[in-house]
């Protein structure tokens, strides 16, 4: 397990590729990569911010739980504990879809009592064919609280 912090030029870089999630990184920000066993993780100034998975980065959910990047969907609380416990996110679960989700996108998985964070997925489903679809997987689930991730 390595870690190396990312210098000036190499932050530059990195926020060119965090564009799409509307964040961005300052001059004055601690950048550390660690490398696990899970693969590189991005800590901000020692704060878990984001993962790598398949080429792309994934924010990482203590870092949700503060500013929320990612377009959200709302399980009800019969879905929270197989989600927290690493299940995809089935249709029937899902009580709110926000709009403009495409097919692949990132998105946070909330809870429909407190509206915190659970789990990061990936959109199998744009949202208009998440409206209309009335069972089967809609969501991938790539990290959740509790998950390897969330302790590294």
């Known amino acids: 397990m390595g870690k190396h912090r990312l210098s000036k030029s190499d932050i530059k870089t990195l926020n ?3 564009a799409s999630l509307k964040l961005e990184l300052s001059k004055k920000d601690a950048v ?8 590189q993780s991005y800590l901000v100034n020692g704060e878990p911010w984001l993962f790598e998975q ?18 959200t969907v709302t399980v009800d609380m019969g879905a929270v504990k197989f989600v927290v416990n690493g299940a995809d996110v089935m249709r029937p679960g899902i009580t709110k ?31 208009e064919e998440m409206r ?21």
């Not at 550390?32 to 693969?39: F, M, P």
Request: cysteine-free; charged content about 25%; overall charge negative.
């Open 32 to 39: 550390d990569i660690l490398d696990t066993e899970s693969g």
């Open 97 to 127: 879809i926000e709009e403009g989700i495409a097919t692949g996108d990132m998105v946070t998985i909330i809870d429909e009592t407190h509206g915190k964070p659970l789990a990061v997925g990936k959109a199998l489903l744009g949202s």
């Open 54 to 71: 398949d080429g792309e980065l994934v924010p990482h959910l203590k870092m949700l739980q503060e500013r929320q990047v990612l377009p």
């Open 16 to 18: 060119a590729r965090l």
């Open 132 to 152: 209309n679809a009335t069972e089967g997987k809609v969501i991938q689930n790539i990290h959740h609280i509790g998950d390897k991730r969330w302790n590294a």
